[in-house]
């Protein structure tokens, strides 16, 4: 035995022969110079030895081999089964429409009520009536009495709206800020949509999985149950507006292609140049995935917005809106307008993009936002759109010059439009919102109570822990069913309710699909509504929404798929298979896995998605099946260092109040009782995780020996124990007390690739599973902060049969300290074969440089201690770059889609401030009082006020995150090559250096020449680059347009349509006073 000077005790474990050999292996070499190479011999003698001492460890201390010995005992007991993966997800997509048409059940339960309610209510403009308004809610005036529309309103905190205080037998209403909270309209509409309380409790009642449920009426308000208390924000704002709503447009109105044209004429100068703006933007906040789009600016002269997309028409997703908007800050006003030019090309556009098949082909829109027209343009609209009237005519009058409105409004009455003056930026929300009522009246003729399901979005009222929650939404159309108005087409509102993809994920039985399996959902527009590579949300602490986190295609995340012969397949809403070999990122995207993946897809019926399941061949395509007793299995599952995956549903707690409170443990006690009928759990995962409580029991009494015996671990190196199975099922043990612990965030909640989740294995699991069987896999965690690069994990697979096709049993693995790890690393590396003594060669020699590096290229011991965690090749560029020319590690190309880029905006704020409705509204009020005191220098005045503004806002330049695509590099080992030397020509001196792989692991010993300076060879780094395109192609990806599958229905037109309710002027008086009025509502406590 030796012992370094660490004290460390050491078994050489080498022959003499082996030590006598290295002896020999010294030799000088002239090349440019002389200097003493370093003996590979030596490195293997080191490597062995670690790579020895290290699995000793390891697998004393995770218990990996009376593991494997379990399972081998239970070998005969096992039936292995091959996953039949269309089988698999068909099931999968019938599990999910259940639970759809359940979704739609309730909410044909609140249409008909609602219509039924307003079938018997009689319009009474005298109407009061005291509701509960969700702001004003529980509020008091200074003498402590209930303010108006407040009242007391019970409200306590529920689990399963993730604690908030919420009141589960009436609903509240919420009155956007610019409107009147007792408007006539909106008292009787409060009061005949309070029959909906009590269709909302039995939706609850029916359906214990619902969450919020909805009314959004055409009126403005938005009755929500449970009811719950709104807090406006910093501004004393409340922003939501319920028909701005991608749920509530998608209900009300058919997809729709739409042409805006802006006058930017000499006359259109200033504020209704801002004005026309925030219209055209507004309009744009009506667009959805299913409507395509243009924007054309005219004087004399057309000027599409974006000259590449001249003649063309573009998807309303929101990469294409937002770069609409950035371009309106652009248009000036110069000239004379000539509309008969504008509207020729508006017609003949949307003429040419119908016949090519790709737009919506249903509804089609102008809509004309100008200051004025000298004439009707008959000839134009006799040409174009006479008799058929296909395409609908929306003006709107900037201004409050009323000569022209007489032309506009013909314009709209003459072409089943709809006519609006837009006089002040207060006005124009409500104003755009005229168009949907119009463009919903076919359907509401028709009755189509259309079910529609929205794309994937983020509530931020629902917080998980992790941040805000992704849903969808499923919504229908409400309609006046009274015989007077039918050829009206009245659009009541909307109801809707929302679904967490979460939801979604519970019906996916996580075990079957393997350690690198996964399930994903896509809309009819190819959108990712659920996929485990979809990342909705950035930052630390807090996380913030992405700008276009709704519209991720999932050719961006599987961008291996050139051809997108699996995207368009789905979309098409195909039943089929696909396969391909991909490149999935691990921890952070610092790691990659080379796979090869079989996809199997179909549709969920009675919605607009597709499923689709990829399993990774080998151990992925398997499963197996054990039995025990259910005695021996609820004995063993429940011991205190049992724990089960959070996310994954065993049985479904959440279907009835009274199981809520269950832990998953004893859901299934509760089950297996018999006693409790209306409990639904996965009987055969059940079966499967008595099995491996089991099997893995004697684990606990095993670890607890160790921790026992005061001999073992008397350093305190190894701190935890851990194992997973394929069940879910996860054993924790702790050799320190929880406060003596390196790293206390490992498998727990906020370690998310450290446990089992919903839609992945824990990391360690799937890394360990991809090693040879029987090796450990070493690694240094990448969370943030110093104090998490103190740890080193070493994890193992455990097979269940000695063979290709065996499926992965389970995982094992154990938590040391750094500093534990690295001292048997040096004290590996003091070996030498020298009989007197002295070494040749040692890892203390100034003259070399030694690393322990993982498979992936990261340092875990360096003699520089600040490298550790660091990717070799910024420390050793020239080293890395021979290693790669050597084949010893090979670069793997990634692609990001979703990343997010620092840009320096020198471009001021002020363009999206106006674009903002209610700093528009703010805006205006300014405008409005500025003007009641000199109304004559009106002109002036706002050029003030709008120049002040502008200048302040052009001063402050600041950095911030725009979405983008990057390229960037990750690193994997060649396992062929166990060893290697290389030397490096560095400018006339020779840098050499040996790598030898460390045995029954995943890691290398690089040991380095430093002598020879190799500065001029720059650090590899796994930087992200992003991809940049020139003008070009730029162009042609905004023109590329995906294969998508239109929505199955369209209404738009009906010959009962009574289209000369298209609108009329506003008067001046009345928008002021209205105006005035908000200013009021908004300013001084309600």
């Not at 725009?962 to 840098?991: L, M």
Request: proline residues 4%; contains cysteine.
């Amino acid at each position: 035995m030796q012992v370094d000077r660490s004290g460390v005790l050491f078994s050489a474990g080498s022959t003499w022969l082996l030590l006598l050999f290295s002896t020999l292996s010294i030799r000088v070499t002239g090349v440019g110079g002389t200097h003493q190479s370093i003996p590979p011999s030596v490195v293997k003698l080191w490597a062995s030895a670690f790579g020895g001492e290290m699995k000793s460890i390891s697998a004393k201390y995770s218990g990996s081999q009376l593991l494997q010995k379990k399972y081998k005992e239970f070998e005969r007991a096992v039936r292995v089964e091959e996953i039949d993966g269309l089988r698999l997800v068909k099931r999968l997509a019938e599990n999910m429409e259940e639970m759809f048409h359940k979704k739609a059940q309730a909410m044909k339960r609140l249409v008909e009520a609602a219509e039924e309610a307003h079938l018997q209510h009689e319009e009474d403009p005298n109407l009061q009536y005291e509701y509960f308004n969700a702001v004003l809610i529980n509020e008091v005036d200074e003498e402590g009495n209930s303010v108006e529309l407040g009242g007391e309103f019970i409200l306590q905190p529920n689990d399963h709206f993730n604690n908030l205080s919420v009141n589960l037998n009436l609903s509240v209403v919420q009155v956007p800020t610019n409107m009147y909270n007792k408007d006539s309209a909106i008292v009787n509409g409060v009061y005949w949509s309070e029959a909906l309380n009590k269709v909302f409790v039995d939706n609850f009642e029916r359906d214990p999985s619902l969450i919020w449920q909805y009314f959004g009426s055409a009126k403005g308000f938005f009755r929500q149950y449970p009811g719950i208390k709104w807090k406006p924000d910093e501004h004393g704002v409340i922003a939501f507006d319920c028909r701005n709503r991608k749920w509530y447009i998608q209900a009300a109105t058919s997809p729709k292609d739409v042409v805006i044209l802006v006058d930017v004429s000499g006359s259109m100068k200033g504020l209704r140049l801002t004005i026309a703006r925030q219209t055209v933007s507004s309009i744009l906040d009506t667009l959805g995935d299913d409507d395509f789009f243009n924007i054309i600016a005219y004087n004399e002269e057309l000027h599409y917005v974006e000259p590449c997309l001249n003649g063309t028409l573009v998807q309303a997703d929101v990469t294409n809106k937002d770069h609409f908007r950035e371009h309106l800050d652009k248009l000036f006003a110069q000239g004379i307008g000539m509309l008969d030019i504008a509207l020729t090309e508006a017609f003949n556009l949307l003429s040419d993009f119908n016949e090519t098949g790709r737009g919506s082909e249903c509804s089609q829109a102008i809509m004309l936002v100008t200051d004025g027209a000298v004439d009707t343009y008959d000839a134009i609209f006799a040409k174009y759109n006479w008799p058929e009237r296909k395409v609908r005519i929306f003006p709107y009058l900037i201004g409050r010059e009323s000569a022209f409105a007489e032309n506009l409004k013909w314009m709209a009455c003459a072409n089943k439009g709809y006519f609006t003056q837009i006089s002040t930026l207060a006005d124009v929300q409500e104003n755009v919102m005229e168009y949907l009522h119009v463009l919903s009246r076919p359907k509401v003729i028709d009755r189509e109570h259309d079910t529609v399901w929205t794309e994937a979005y983020i509530d931020s009222t629902l917080e998980d822990g992790q941040g805000p929650v992704l849903m969808t939404t499923v919504a229908m159309p409400v309609f006046s069913t009274k015989n007077e108005t039918r050829n009206r087409g009245i659009l009541l509102g909307v109801v809707g309710t929302d679904v967490p993809v979460s939801e979604l994920l519970k019906t996916i039985p996580k075990y079957k699909l393997g350690i690198h399996g996964y399930a994903f959902a896509i809309t009819n527009n190819g959108y990712i509504l659920t996929h485990p590579d979809l990342r909705p949300l950035y930052g630390d602490g807090k996380k913030r929404r992405k700008p276009n986190y709704s519209s991720v295609d999932l050719s961006e995340v599987e961008w291996e798929d050139k051809e997108d012969t699996l995207r368009n397949a789905m979309v098409n809403r195909k039943t089929g298979t696909f396969s391909m070999e991909v490149k999935k990122s691990v921890d952070k995207g610092k790691r990659v896995l080379i796979l090869h993946n079989d996809y199997y897809y179909t549709d969920i019926k009675g919605t607009p998605f597709s499923l689709g399941v990829a399993l990774s061949r080998g151990h992925g395509k398997f499963f197996f099946r054990g039995n025990v007793t259910v005695e021996e299995g609820l004995h063993d599952l429940e011991h205190p260092d049992v724990a089960l995956a959070d996310e994954w549903t065993y049985c479904n707690t959440d279907e009835h109040p009274e199981h809520r409170y269950l832990s998953q443990i004893e859901a299934i006690k509760l089950y297996l009782s018999g006693h409790e009928p209306h409990l639904y759990c996965d009987k055969e995962l059940i079966q499967e995780v008595l099995f491996d409580a089991v099997v893995t029991a004697p684990l606990e009494a095993y670890w607890t020996s160790l921790v026992l015996n005061k001999s073992e671990n008397s350093d305190k190196g190894v701190e935890i124990a851990y194992l997973g199975t394929r069940t879910g099922l996860s054993r924790i043990n702790l050799f320190v007390v929880p406060d003596e612990l390196t790293s206390k965030d490992f498998l727990t909640a906020e370690d998310r690739e450290g446990v089992f989740n919903a839609d992945h294995f824990p990391l360690w699991y799937k890394r360990a599973a991809e090693q040879v069987p029987g090796t450990f896999v070493y690694s240094l965690p990448f969370n943030t902060g110093s104090e998490n690069k103190s740890v080193v994990l070493a994890s193992t697979a455990i097979q269940l049969l000695d063979e290709r096709k065996s499926p992965i049993a389970a995982a094992v693995g154990i938590q040391m300290k750094l500093e534990f790890f690295q001292k048997k690393f040096w004290t590996a590396s003091r070996q030498c074969a020298a009989l007197d003594g002295k070494c040749s060669i040692s890892c203390d020699d100034e003259n070399i440089n030694c690393y322990l590096i993982d498979n992936n290229g990261f340092i875990l011991v360096a003699e520089d201690y600040t490298l550790t965690g660091n990717f070799f090749g910024e420390a050793e560029g020239a080293v890395m770059n021979k290693l790669l020319q050597m084949g010893s590690f090979k670069r793997v190309t990634l692609y990001d889609y979703q990343a997010l880029c620092w840009v320096y905006s020198e471009s001021s704020d002020s363009g999206r401030t106006l674009l903002d409705p209610y700093f528009a509204f703010f805006s205006a009020v300014k405008w409005i009082l500025t003007e009641l005191v000199i109304f004559l220098v009106e002109f002036n005045l706002y050029s003030w006020w709008y120049s002040d503004l502008t200048a302040k806002a052009q001063r402050t330049g600041r950095t911030m995150q725009v979405p983008c695509d990057t390229e960037y590099p990750a690193f994997i080992s060649e396992r062929t090559i166990k060893e290697n030397t290389g030397n490096i020509d560095c400018d006339g001196c020779i840098k050499s250096f040996v790598i030898q792989q460390i045995p029954s692991s995943n890691l290398f010993m690089v040991v380095v020449d430093n002598k020879c300076d190799c500065s001029m060879f720059e650090p590899i780094t796994m930087d992200p680059i992003e991809i940049m395109y020139n003008e070009s192609l730029k162009c042609e990806r905004l023109k590329m347009q995906k294969d998508r599958r239109r929505p199955d229905t369209c209404h738009p037109f009906h010959p009962e349509e009574n289209s000369m309710e298209c609108g009329g002027a506003v008067n001046l008086t009345q928008s002021l006073v209205t105006t005035l009025l908000c200013l009021l509502v908004a300013l001084f406590p309600r």
